[in-house]
């Protein structure tokens, strides 16, 4: 099978050759791949910003800002339609879901009004905390056209608005933790 | 504070082979005795540790500063080899016994996924030095703990009547499917 | 033995999941959907067949002492070709199945048929069995991906046919280990009868 010996110099060698043309290998798909892979990143924000807001025609990841909020960064990304603000998302996070972290994507309308919201990430537990997800009940649409203002965010359980998935307190909080951080920070300081 | 949530999180509710599904090859083949699972464990975390060690200081100051962090698997993966090579010489003269007692098991930690999965997860993250030893140690923990616990069943499974066709690795997988389940309870401590 | 044999024997007599009990971690941590499975199971193929083809080319010039890191070095490269491409052309299936893509490089399969095979026969001969291997352990995957959508999720390949939620626990780690642990009986009674 083998008529090369294991001496050191032809093992060093053989490693050598194989490591020098393996790396180059890499080296050449992933000059290949370098712009789709970041295309395809980009895609995938854009499409969680056009889910939450009204029409749009700019680049919302161009105009983006960000405020810091309790620790960590809030993204605000808005969306203008011929130069008129028609919205603004508001990437927010939580750390009181039940299994760790929630992302959500909150598009409010200029004057706060929520317009609509996205799940980004979650580990919630499946069949409980993940109906927040759009694709497993409606628990996200209730949020849909309100205002902070008139509709407490927080669950009835607190003497607030928000309908509780059933059995799962403590994702709706979360999530109710998460959107509120977002509007705070927008009416705050995120208005632009 | 955030260290016993790091350790409690890998240990028990996101234990590295009941909810991570890594290191199941070991997990099925080194744990029918409790005292080859103890060794094993040794050997794992010994490995484990020093390896996300070494690939933290190679991801930060080698990969990232030359932005190849696309030689990421490559480098990973021959850091564990070398590691395990090591180790074997180690063992053959500190502890003839405990080296043939572990047998063909030694050299297969290189393909546990559990010391590959470990190191990318402390990249991921995103931990400080400290941070990723601590998790690394965690991680070794509770795949001694799961190994170990299975470990014991399993002697104890080898003294039942089975039907022919379940008995050695079916009643075990459904046997750490219970055990899986078990520790689904942790979750919401952290 | 013969090119035909040399395929069919990754599906069934040898094969990596059932039988070999090779490459578990992935068979456990994606088989939540036939798709997931599919995808993992065609992406290992890939990393086997051009493992076991390199490996095979190149044989006759690898040291005995060093052929481990060397095999080592050719899938991790593989791998890295599926990670890079599939982060670009297909990123969903990419954050679907997360980390285990670039844990295919650990998947004792494929260190396996390049040491017991690869490095042993000839080129032909090495990629009929990556071809065969691969997609008998793809097999595998969607079989058991299948099983547990269609008992946990109440669909297969996405196509939901109930209303709601399945039994969930299939979905779940412990699902994973019992779908597994009663599908190896299953086969093993499938290969009794046919020896």
Known sequence: MNKVESTFRNMVLTLFIVT???????????????????????AKRTRAITDVLPEYNNNPLED????????????????TMNGELVGTAVETF????????????????????????SVLEHKETPGLGDKMDKKKSDFSLQFQGKDPMDFTISVTQDGGN??????????????????????????????? | MEYIIIIISAVFVNNIVLAKFLGICPFIGVSNKVE???????????????????????????????????????????????LVQMVEIVLKRVS?????????????????????????????????????????????LGFGLALVTFSGIREQ???LDLPKAMEGVPIAFVVAGLLAMAFMGFAGIV | MTQWKNFTKGFFKENAVFVLFLGLCPTLGVTNSAINGMGMGLAT???????????????????????????????????????????????????????????????????????????????????????????????????????????????????????????????????????????????????????
């Open chain 2, 36 to 82: 080859t699972a103890i060794g094993m464990t040794g050997a794992v975390t010994f490995v484990m540790v020093i390896a996300t060690i070494v690939t933290y200081l190679i991801q930060h100051y080698v990969l990232e500063k030359f932005g190849i962090g696309f030689l990421q698997t490559i480098m990973f993966i021959l850091v564990i080899a070398s």
């Open chain 3, 45 to 195: 193929t890939f990393v086997l067949v051009g493992s076991n083809l390199v490996v095979s080319l190149i044989r006759h010039w690898i040291p005995d002492k060093v052929r481990i890191p060397t095999f080592i070095v050719v899938i991790a490269s593989f791998v890295t070709i599926v990670e890079l491409s599939m982060q670009a052309y297909l990123p969903d299936l990419f954050d679907e199945l997360g980390l285990f893509i670039p844990l295919i490089v650990v998947n004792c399969l494929i260190l396996g048929r390049a040491e017991a095979f690869a490095s042993r026969h000839n080129l032909a001969s090495a990629i009929v069995d990556g071809l065969g291997m691969g997609l008998g352990f793809t097999m595998a995957l969607v079989l058991l991906g299948g099983v547990r959508e269609i008992l946990g999720s109440g669909s297969i390949f996405g196509l939901k046919f109930i209303n709601g939620d399945g039994i969930l626990l299939f979905v779940l780690a412990p699902g994973a280990f019992i779908a597994l642990g009663y599908m190896i009986v299953l086969i093993n009674k499938i290969n009794k009868k046919s020896a």
């Open chain 2, 96 to 140: 003839i016994a405990l080296y043939q007692a572990l047998g063909i098991f030694l050299p297969l930690i290189t393909t546990n996924c559990a010391v590959l999965g470990v190191a990318i997860l402390a990249v991921q993250n995103d931990y400080n030095l400290l941070e990723s030893v601590v998790f690394s140690a965690a991680n070794a």
């Open chain 1, 162 to 192: 928000v309908q509780a998935i059933t059995a799962s307190t403590v994702s709706s909080r979360a999530f109710c933790d998460a959107v509120i951080r977002a509007y705070n920070a927008y009416m705050e300081g995120g208005k632009q």
């Open chain 2, 157 to 159: 499974l080898d003294l």
């Open chain 1, 20 to 42: 020098l043309v393996a790396s180059s290998a890499l080296g050449f798909v992933y000059a290949l791949t370098k712009e789709p892979i970041e295309a395809a990143r980009l």
């Open chain 1, 64 to 79: 983006s800002y960000k405020l810091a909020a309790d620790g960590d960064t809030l993204y605000f990304y808005p969306g």
């Open chain 1, 94 to 117: 939580t750390t009181q879901g039940f299994s760790g972290e929630i992302k959500l994507m909150v598009g409010l309308l200029p004057d706060g009004t929520i317009n609509d919201i």
